[in-house]
């Protein structure tokens, strides 16, 4: 039983090795793109859609929804990255139903990487809203003693947000695994089930979470804008 698709080598070209993480994160992308390539390619403004256009709208107005609910600021902007994390670590557990198949998301480096997206996205989003010296201003608050307290609290941060959906993807394929050997019949579909319920579940706290971390370095634009809307009443 292999814990995490890194230790599953699919391919081998002399010492150059891909592991199922590359593949299976090549073929999810590959999935993606031809989606939204099928989705997108004949987009009208009339009464009468397409049903992937209709999807896709569905889609994406769910999504500008929540992000402007949790950020209360227009959701335009967020709506690339957060969506693009979101549907591809959802597609990626969907795929996980497929006999063979192994979520990328059920190795700590994929999910590493899209936890480094979300943390180098935090501070490019402030610095576009407070420019660089007003956002770094951001760490000094309330104290300047705080400062190493709040580089802390970004690392960690985004460490858990790495490690809980690693933990919680990983953990649903190992109890699978144990239940095939078991009661094969049975208790896979069950598990099956309940695994693709709260691995979308975990792909909705993490667009949710990288939603959060991004709007409280842009929210302080928002305060102002707050209280000079308030002083002119």
């Avoid at 896709?56 to 693009?84: A, C, H, Y």
Wanted: glycine content about 6%.
């Amino acid at each position: 039983m292999n814990i995490s698709p890194d230790n599953i080598v699919m391919l081998q070209f002399g010492k150059i090795s891909f592991n199922a993480t590359i593949i299976y994160t090549w073929i999810t992308m590959a999935v993606i793109v031809i989606f939204s390539w099928i989705a997108t390619r004949r987009l009208t403004t009339e009464v009468n859609i397409s049903r992937w256009q209709n999807l896709l709208e569905v889609l994406v107005t769910g999504m500008k929804n929540q992000i402007r609910s949790i950020s209360r600021q227009e959701p335009d902007r967020f709506l690339p990255l957060i969506g693009t994390l979101f549907i591809f670590i959802a597609v990626s557990i969907v795929f996980g139903i497929i006999p063979g198949y192994q979520p990328p998301t059920g190795s700590l480096s994929t999910t590493a990487a899209l936890a480094l997206c979300v943390f180098i996205a935090v501070p490019l989003f402030g610095i576009k809203e407070h420019g660089i010296i007003g956002y770094l201003k951001q760490y000094l608050q309330p104290s300047p003693f705080m400062l190493p307290f709040n580089i802390l609290g970004e690392i960690s941060r985004t460490i858990a947000l790495a490690v809980r959906l690693f933990g919680n993807v990983m953990s649903g394929s190992v109890i699978i695994a144990i239940l095939v050997s078991i009661a094969p019949l049975i208790f896979p579909i069950l598990m099956q089930a309940l695994g693709l319920l709260t691995g979308l579940i975990q792909a909705y706290i993490f667009a949710i979470l990288s939603t959060v971390y991004i709007a409280s370095a842009t929210s302080a634009h928002v305060k102002k804008e707050q209280m000079s809307e308030k002083s002119k009443k």
